[in-house]
């Protein structure tokens, strides 16, 4: 079935970008989701992208697709302090048909 | 609207103990879903329900039962509480494959 993985750990300054990257082993996910989860609070969907697309950006957010690959990028510019926060990767669509979780990267952002 | 609600917010359970963990979604949404979450260890699906009447099992089903009481409810059940059990447990709700909206989520300890 559907793996989907992350490094757990991504310590950046304030003002410096960061970049989160997720690997996948299912090529027939359709789409790849990023979920930011702060602590105490549930899942909240940041961004997704389709998989006939390389690339989406959405204000501070942009995000990279290698379907070669299998792997997914999400750069945050301008990282802020309150952007201090789990992120989730999610690939949607596979052989398994539910959505399958990476287990977060922890963003720690220091003034 | 207020989205997707769980309650309660904490429980403290003793081993064998049996308890229901209640989901509602205002959005009108078809499928609906039970996490938990550890740590190290991401969300892992427990089951779904893509539609009002039936449901399936998840990644990790055992222990655990599921009721789709109607469109906007669907509770979880843990019929003899294990220390394994305890987790930060998500309902989620969504329209087919689109966004999943996370509920706030419950935290349960096992003793």
């Known amino acids: 079935g559907e793996d989907v993985e992350q490094s757990l750990f991504l310590s950046v300054r304030e003002g410096d970008s960061s970049v989160i990257n997720c690997t996948y082993t299912d090529s027939s996910s359709t789409y790849l989701y990023w979920y930011k989860q702060e602590p105490g609070a549930g899942l909240q969907l940041l961004t997704y992208?389709?998989?006939?697309?390389d690339m989406k950006q959405d204000q501070r957010l942009t995000v990279l697709l290698n379907k070669k690959d299998k792997h997914l990028s999400l750069r945050i510019a301008d990282t802020q302090t309150g952007d201090s926060a789990i992120y989730f990767c999610?690939?949607?669509?596979?052989?398994?048909?539910?959505?399958?979780f990476g287990k977060g990267t922890k963003l720690s952002v220091k003034p | 609207n207020a989205g997707v609600t769980q309650t309660p917010k904490f429980q403290v359970l003793k081993t064998g103990q049996s308890m229901t963990l209640q989901c509602a979604q205002d959005m009108n949404h078809n499928s609906m879903y039970w996490y938990r979450q550890d740590p190290g260890m991401g969300l892992r699906l427990i089951y779904y329900?893509?539609?009002?009447?039936?449901?399936d099992k998840g990644e990790v089903p055992n222990g655990y039962n599921v009721s789709r009481l109607n469109k906007r409810e669907f509770s979880l059940r843990l019929e003899s509480a294990a220390p394994s059990q305890t987790s930060v447990y998500f309902c989620?709700?969504?329209?087919?494959?689109?966004?999943?909206?996370f509920g706030p989520g419950t935290r349960l300890t096992v003793l």
């Open positions: 329900s893509a539609s009002e009447g039936t449901t």
């Open positions: 992208i389709f998989s006939n697309m």
């Open positions: 989620a709700s969504s329209e087919s494959y689109n966004e999943q909206f």
């Open positions: 999610a690939a949607y669509g596979g052989s398994q048909g539910n959505l399958i």
